[in-house]
Every structure is written in structure tokens, then in C-alpha cells.
């Protein structure tokens, strides 16, 4: 079984900067890729930015030089900086990753709320 945890969220005024953590952990074989979706109240879950396990990064048009990804593979941690947030960032933000175990599966983390006050 393999866990995701997120962590960092939370509230934010407009134009500042919060950094999310998600560390995977358990019957973790090898890590293809890593990332980030979010999902806001009534709307459908996007994908805000993933990372493989060779570096390349992948990005929303929405969030492009504004947020980073940045992996970590030897502690199966991704994060996410946020900067120059904007009240439609506002969502729940969910960690996702393929694992081998040695079977490739997708596993989600429970998420982080991140809310961008005006």
C-alpha cells in the first residue's frame, strides 16, 4: 500500500506565496511521476502541474510562471511554490502519483486547502 500526505495549505492574501509538500511512503518500488491537481467548489478537478521522475515538468497554461514544481527522489517528495496567488487559485490541491510497487498504479493524496483572500 502506498500513502500520499500533503501539507501546507492554507490561507493566503493575494498576491503571496504558499509552498505545498506531499511525501509519498510504503510499498514504494520506483516513482514515475509526481504531481499536483486541484479542485474548486462546483467545478471539475484539474491538473495544475506534474514532474517525472527524470525532471520533466509539466504545467497549466493557468499557472505557468507563477508556480513550481521541484522533486525530490530520493525522499518521494514533491512540492509546490506558489507565488503571485490569485483568488481562482483557490481549491483543494491534490497530490498524485504513478508508483511501482512493482505494479504501476495511481494513487491521490486526501488534499490541502489553499484559499486566496482578494
Known amino acids: 500500500q502506498v500513502q500520499l500526505v500533503e501539507s501546507g495549505g492554507g490561507l493566503v492574501q493575494a498576491g503571496g506565496s504558499l509552498r505545498l509538500s506531499c511525501a509519498a511512503s510504503?510499498?514504494?518500488?520506483?516513482?514515475?511521476?509526481m504531481g499536483w491537481f486541484r479542485q474548486a467548489p462546483g467545478k471539475q478537478r484539474e491538473l495544475v502541474a506534474t514532474i517525472t521522475s527524470g525532471g520533466s515538468t509539466n504545467y497549466a497554461d493557468s499557472v505557468k510562471g507563477r508556480f513550481t514544481i521541484i522533486g525530490d527522489n530520493a525522499k518521494n517528495t514533491v512540492y509546490l511554490q506558489m507565488n503571485s496567488l490569485k483568488p481562482e487559485d483557490t481549491a483543494v490541491y491534490l497530490c498524485y502519483a504513478v508508483v511501482q510497487t512493482p505494479i504501476s498504479s495511481a494513487y491521490w493524496g486526501k488534499g490541502t486547502l489553499v484559499t486566496v483572500s482578494p
Open positions: 510504503g510499498s514504494i518500488f520506483s516513482i514515475n511521476v
